[in-house]
């Protein structure tokens, strides 16, 4: 069989079994230009699959000398299939009646299987033939057959893929009709020989659901879809009086964006009709859209260029669907690295922290005292920034209670209300006072919405004039609550959107911003089950929109995490008995938990290494361990096991200390042995809080009353 000439059957690509995903695929196929025989291969697999069937068949009227129908036939299991089976001959008594039939399906039960006495048809059932046919002329003959009689058809399936068997077939007639040569069809001919008219051509192209432009090979225009002139805001009758390529373009480049490149582009493709082509290009009237443009020749039998076709396709939401995987995809990779690092840096805030809190409790001088509060103050600072990365990086669920976004807004712009007034930047609100509250963390949401604001002063600023900056929030939909923030910048360039909410991407001068503002928004809003969209235009400003699910009317109120303990431990008067065993690798974090129980009175005792911890908790004689749950090697996870296995009481007498509290993981693990821990870094106030309750429920015999995930309420308050 020929290679199939088919450039044009492009038009009809969303028509014939536009709700068969099974003809769908054979007419792009068709579209493509695969060869004949790979088409018929494909819909008899097709066949096979829509029908459930035991065995199906295509064969299609052989064009030469010989007059014979020439075809393929498979089975389920990859059965032989007898090579006779594959050449019939049409004028045979059982196939000139199906061949010459005028009716869609002939569906033959039982008997009449076996009555027909046809290879093709041994052992089954029931069989489905399907005469194909193109302009009311016969071109050959599908076969679904079943061994069980019962089987349930679906005709409408089966014969959606013999209709686009006819219009492949249609295409591939090789003989001129008698009105004319072949050589002399123009492309729209060719179009309409395989459709019986030009009517059914443009009703095909008309019902697509990409635009379509139809060139003779000297570029005046034979046919423009409705489509095309949806996606560019046109009346199709308003381009109906293009008759060429250069009417079209200048009628139309106004509506897409860089005109000029894109007429350029326009003008290549029309001087090189015999090329393939493909790009994207984004249209920006009447709506911002992003177009896919195939370009492909149309030729004759003889392969010489007729035309050119031109098929522009809406791949608007597909992007925007890539875009969000791909930056989920950036985020989970960035959220490996921001966790390595965020634990590493937990040690060392850990030790900084604490020892700063011993300094404050040790009589120093008000200067000491005020340095030493200043190194503690930055250093919570640092934590907390460590935090947001580690949220930022896990799908980690923070504390959250029911809040209302119009609160959280105007407390956000409070703290922003001085430095918008000695800019000179006016701020308009317009928020709804019915909408709805969202369960979340306050503190979070908070820093969302100053990074934009600051985004949208920083940008005002760079514009070097006075500007606004509008804030509002609506509830788009049930269930969802809506916060935009848009500034009269700048804007934000083409060639800067895709990357603008990448880490460590800014277009900022150095030393005015990291790049993480926007990929850590990103990072909690997706936590909290939201979302963040940008809409810009060079010269015209910024509008970010977020969105959040809303909570249900009757949603009860989320219990955070309140402070368990706030009583200020003092130096006791009386040494204290237990004795306690600190298993940390970190020197500085060992030290410092040594210090503090040291500080309450408790012998302490220092290992820096897993296994030797295990040793010495065996034969020792110790009250109580204080264990990192990461360590080299041999970890607290393994010390645990191996203190269970060997039915050690210090199994209940054990305290995790980690810088890995979002890690499920993690989690998962602290959870289920049952054992408290803290947070690195942590209050000395917390230390010697779970300390104590650890040792008072050991001696009860019991588990550890309370929360096992035991927070003291944090803040110099309570550092004396």
Sequence with gaps: MAPIKANTLRCASRTLGADNSAAARLLRLAAKGEPLTQIVEAATRELLAAGIADRA?????????????????????????????LRLDPNAPALTGLMGSTVDEILLRGPDCEQMRFGPLAGAAKALWLPIHAAHKPLGLALVAWRDEAAAVDT?????????????????????????????LSAMDVMARALNSEAEIVGLANSSDDGIILYDVKGGIRLINDRFAQLIGFARQTLSVCKTWHNLAHTVAEHFRDSAAFMQRWRELANRPGDASWDEIE?????????????????????????????????????????KLIQTDKMAGLGQLVSGIAHELNNPLTG??????????????????????????????????????????????????????????????ALRNYELRIENISLTMDLDSSLPPVIANPAQLQQVFLNLVVNAEQAIRHGGREGNIYVRTWQPSRGRVALEIA???????????PRIFDPFFTTKPAGLGTGLGLSIAFGILKAHGGEISVDSTLGHGAAFRVELPAAECDAPAAVPLRMRNEK?????????????????????????????????GYPVEIVLDGEEGLRRALKGNFDLIVCDLKMPVFDGRALHRELVAKGSPLQHRLVFVTGDTLAPRTMEFLETCG??????????????????????SASNKGPIAGDHRLKVKKGLSEIR
């Excluded at 370009?295 to 992007?319: A, K, N, S, W």
């Excluded at 009269?488 to 800067?496: E, F, M, Q, R, W």
């Design 568 to 600: 200020i431990f003092r130096l006791p008067s009386i040494p204290r008995t237990e004795r306690i065993l600190v298993v940390e690798d970190e020197p500085t974090v060992a030290r410092l938990i040594a210090d503090v129980l040291g500080e309450e």
């Design 352 to 413: 900084i922290m604490g020892f700063a809190q011993l300094l404050l409790g040790r009589g120093l001088t008000q200067a000491q005292a005020a340095d030493a509060r200043l190194i503690y103050e930055e250093a919570e600072r640092a934590a907390r920034i460590v935090k947001n990365l580690l949220l930022f990086a896990r799908d980690a669920r923070p504390e959250r209670d029911l809040v209302q976004l119009n609160e959280i807004i105007e407390k956000t712009l």
């Design 283 to 323: 249209i920006t009237t009447p709506e911002q859209r992003k177009v896919e443009r195939f370009v492909r020749p149309v030729r004759d039998r003889h392969g010489v260029v007729v035309g050119r076709l031109e098929i522009y396709r809406d791949v608007t939401m597909q992007r925007s669907a890539q875009s």
């Design 156 to 184: 409408s399936a089966v014969r959606a893929i013999a209709d686009i068997l006819g219009f492949a077939a249609a295409c591939n007639v090789e003989e001129p009709e008698a009105s004319g040569s072949f050589d002399d």
């Design 487 to 497: 500034d009269t910048g700048p804007g934000i360039s083409a060639d800067v959107m």
């Design 675 to 696: 054992v408290p821990y803290l947070g690195k870094p942590f209050l000395v106030e917390e230390l010697k809080a779970v300390v104590e309750a650890a040792l008072e």
């Design 57 to 85: 068949g295509v064969w299609l009227l052989a064009q030469g000398q010989r007059r014979e129908l020439q075809g393929v036939v498979l089975e389920v299991g990859n059965g032989q299939i007898p090579e006779r089976w």
